[in-house]
């Protein structure tokens, strides 16, 4: 329990005795609170301004939490700038934690033997993440735009709307491609060439759907390149034991979550000829999963054997196989809700897996 939580339990079941100003002497907490507020900011600043804070605090943790979401500041937004920040999925971070997790994973596993990762190529890569995730959702609707008004889960988007048009969607992507461009820059020579060249899967994923249904091998090519980016960022060098295998189990990781985030569209899906691995793999989903699931462990512990990881990296392993099994097990592929909880929680995956690694460098010596 918090030390606001404390204190608003303590005062809701004593009397409040307030040392610095004795007019609160013996008031009772909840006639307190119901009768005596104005009372008591006039008499006790000191008391009044600890009872507003506790408050604020309990507001947050009982669970007005909607108040502070991402999707509620997008929506207190300016109007002309919401619909910008809606192309860029900013509303909902889950794919900008997806892409940047796989980069984490690399710095954490590039740092020095017995430190943490690199703050400023987190934080930097933190930036990174944001635009270019919004970059390619803007690139994403700019070629799904006709496809998105038939679906009912995007044909409110700004741009199958029609709230933002094409030649507007294209000013805004030079924007964000600008920026991108400025982080990839502040990286050494290296670095920058291993990141421009994800740009060609960025651009070319929202076209796999079209004729594949296995986009989803394309959307891990590229969410997944900060698995090889950050280990050149940390050493200026690849090297290729310790983040191929990575990056091939991050893509089976991509593979298993973005199936069962496929399955909330597959009705629709079928409607206007979009193709996916959720209609590829029907009802025999679960079994593809769970293979791609167990593919991930040889690479993942190539990555460990090759950058010499000691025991908390493993038990990491096991928490990551163990974490995306209950989700297959657990998961209503017929439940859009569902599917889209399971996808959501990856985020915890991925960050159980970050801990991992960082404890794992800390114990080397």
């Known amino acids: 329990m918090s030390g606001f939580r404390r204190l608003g339990f303590k005062l809701l079941q004593k009397q409040v005795v307030c040392t610095t100003c004795l007019p609160c002497f013996s008031l009772n907490t909840p006639s307190l609170v119901s009768t005596n507020v104005a009372i008591l900011r006039s008499t006790c600043p000191a008391l009044s301004f600890t009872l507003w804070s506790y408050t604020q605090v309990r507001e947050l943790s009982l669970g007005n939490r909607a108040s502070i979401s991402a999707k509620s500041l ?16 900013l509303d909902r971070p889950i794919g900008t934690w997806l892409l940047y997790l796989p980069c984490t994973w690399s710095i954490s596993l590039a740092a020095a033997p017995g430190c943490l990762p690199d703050l400023y190529l987190l934080s930097l890569f933190g930036c990174g993440a944001i635009i270019m995730r919004g970059a390619g959702c803007t690139i ?9 008004s038939q679906v009912a889960r995007t044909k409110s988007r700004p741009l199958a709307s029609g709230e933002v048009h094409i030649s507007q969607a294209w000013t805004y992507l030079a924007l964000q491609l600008t920026a991108g461009l400025a982080c990839l820059l502040q990286l050494n020579f290296h670095s920058i060439v291993v990141g421009a060249s994800s740009l ?35 050493n200026n060098s690849i090297d290729l ?64 054997i090759y950058s010499n ?6 038990l990491g392993v096991v928490g990551v196989i163990t974490h995306l099994s209950h989700q297959i097990y657990s998961v209503n592929l017929n439940d859009a809700d569902d599917c889209l909880k399971k996808f959501k929680s990856n985020r915890n995956l991925g960050l159980i897996f970050l801990g991992a690694i960082v404890a794992s460098n800390l114990l080397k010596t």
Do not use: C
Request: no cysteine.
């Open 241 to 304: 034991g310790v983040v191929l295998p990575l990056y091939m189990s991050s893509i089976m990781w991509t593979l298993a979550y973005d199936t069962i985030y496929a399955h909330q569209d597959k009705e629709d899906d079928v409607k206007v000829g979009v193709k996916s691995t959720a209609l590829r793999f029907g009802e025999n989903s679960k079994l593809w999963l769970s293979g791609f699931t167990a593919a991930m462990i040889p690479g993942l512990i190539m990555t460990g």
């Open 140 to 148: 994403n609707d700019m070629w799904d735009r006709d496809f998105d």
């Open 309 to 314: 990881q000691t025991w908390p990296y493993y």
């Open 200 to 234: 060609a899967f960025v651009v070319s994923y929202p076209l796999f759907k079209r004729v594949t249904y296995w986009p989803q091998i394309a959307l891990g090519l590229t969410f997944n390149w900060g698995a090889i980016l950050g280990w050149t960022a940390v």
């Open 74 to 89: 997008i929506d207190k937004s300016p109007p002309s700038l919401k619909p910008y920040l809606q192309l860029s999925r």
